[in-house]
């Protein structure tokens, strides 16, 4: 029983501990997280998401593309909603890497910087992540997204 009792005041002690350092540093730090499949149309340039986790939906659009040895970088912006009203918009760039003996078929990775806010998120920043896969031939990506916002 005294074991317990010591992990329990040891989790409290983290607790307080990591409490008192955000409310030191006075920053609130959200986690986003999830999973996304999108769709791109019009030709490429244009792509919304159906998600799970932080974001219920998404829409963005190619602004660039420069080939590379191993795919492509697209130059994108973002707009992402919360089911709570909350939309943060970002421009990123993703790196598609082409997925040997796949045809059509790349590895997505790309960092979404905030530019905006606006909702219950409104004064957040930072960066989040995903990676995943996109077919070219159907248009279809399917993600996994991960990182946090904090103001």
């Not at 010591?6 to 999973?35: D, E, H, M, R, Y």
């Not at 996304?36 to 490429?44: E, H, R, S």
């Not at 089911?83 to 790349?106: C, F, H, I, Q, W």
Request: aromatic content about 8%; hydrophobic content about 40%; charged content about 15%.
């Amino acid at each position: 029983m005294k074991k317990i009792l010591t992990a329990i005041a040891f989790c409290a002690a983290i607790l307080a501990t990591n409490s008192t350092v955000q409310a030191q540093s006075g920053k609130q730090c959200i986690p986003i997280g999830g999973t996304a499949l999108g769709q791109f149309f019009d030709g490429g340039s244009q792509v919304i998401g159906s998600m799970a986790g932080t974001w219920n939906a998404t829409n963005g659009k190619v602004v660039s593309q420069k080939e590379t040895a191993t795919g492509l970088v697209l130059g994108m912006e973002h707009v992402f909603s919360t089911s709570m009203g909350g939309v943060v918009r970002t421009r990123d760039n993703v790196e598609l890497t082409a997925v040997p003996g796949k045809k059509d078929t790349y590895m997505l990775e790309l960092a979404y910087n905030v530019v905006e806010t606006f909702g219950h998120l409104k004064g957040y920043t930072g960066t989040f992540y995903s990676f995943g896969l996109l077919k070219m031939a159907s248009g279809e990506a399917l993600v996994r997204y991960s990182g946090e916002l904090c103001k």
